[in-house]
């Protein structure tokens, strides 16, 4: 079992950046692939960005390529997500999960985050 806790989101202008920042606990954290997915208002949860259990490859949706970073710290247990460049879309509630498998797909994930609303005015 492993326990996740995403934090980080907040409201921004478009342009503006915000971190992310996932910490597990009650597991092997360096031994899961961990991604981010997001979901707006009335739309379905979609993916975002995945990274390897070392940090080795990583994944991401094209709407947010160029302008998102995943990245991993083992030592710290946390996944982080760099935004970069927002925009009005990108306005979602994001989670953060993982999976025993690097994968893109949420169905694959068995652990996830409560969840960290982000908000970007125009």
């Known amino acids: 079992q492993v326990q996740l806790a995403d934090s980080g989101g907040g409201l921004v202008q478009a342009g503006g950046s915000l971190r992310l920042s996932c910490t597990g606990s009650g597991g092997t954290f360096g031994s899961y692939g961990m991604g981010w997915f997001r979901q707006a208002p009335g739309k379905e949860r979609e993916f975002v960005a995945a990274i390897s259990w070392n940090g080795d490859t990583t994944e991401y949706a094209d709407s947010v390529k160029g302008r998102f970073t995943i990245s991993r710290d083992n030592a710290k247990n946390t996944v982080y997500l760099q935004m970069n460049s927002l925009k009005p879309e990108d306005t979602a509630v994001y989670y953060c999960?993982?999976?025993?498998?690097?994968?893109?797909?949420?169905?694959?994930?068995?652990?996830w985050g409560q969840g960290t609303q982000v908000i970007v005015s125009s």
């Open positions: 999960a993982a999976s025993t498998v690097f994968a893109v797909s949420s169905y694959v994930y068995d652990y």
